[in-house]
């Protein structure tokens, strides 16, 4: 059973920033692909960050040089490390593993707020 668990979200100030990680159990995690969604309100779930199994990463424009994907095979851990947060920013957050592009496996989702 594939259970992955996000955590590290929370209420920062604009310019700030926040590291999320998703502890991943139950797949053969070295060898999948991960992502890290978001979903504001209104709005469709969205691909924030990729990484496949060898390392390569993936990024939308909007967070481009403000994001980073990384990945802990021994932890079975993903990360994204945003910085420069802006209030768009803010959504639920949710990790993914990825069978080639497509989500596959969800997360329950981490709640991150970017307000003065």
């Known amino acids: 059973q594939v259970q992955l668990v996000e955590s590290g979200g929370g209420l920062v100030q604009p310019g700030g920033s926040l590291r999320l990680s998703c502890a991943a159990s139950?797949?053969?995690?070295?060898?999948?692909?991960m992502g890290w969604y978001r979903q504001a309100p209104g709005k469709q779930r969205e691909l924030v960050a990729a990484i496949t199994s060898g390392g390569s990463t993936n990024y939308p424009d909007s967070v481009k040089g403000r994001f980073t994907i990384s990945r802990d095979n021994a932890k079975k851990t993903v990360y994204l490390q945003m910085n420069s947060l802006k209030p768009e920013d803010t959504a639920v957050y949710y990790c993914?593993?990825?069978?080639?592009?497509?989500?596959?496996?969800w997360g329950q989702g981490t709640q991150v707020t970017v307000s003065s």
């Open positions: 993914a593993v990825r069978t080639g592009v497509s989500p596959s496996y």
């Open positions: 139950g797949i053969i995690f070295s060898i999948v692909g």
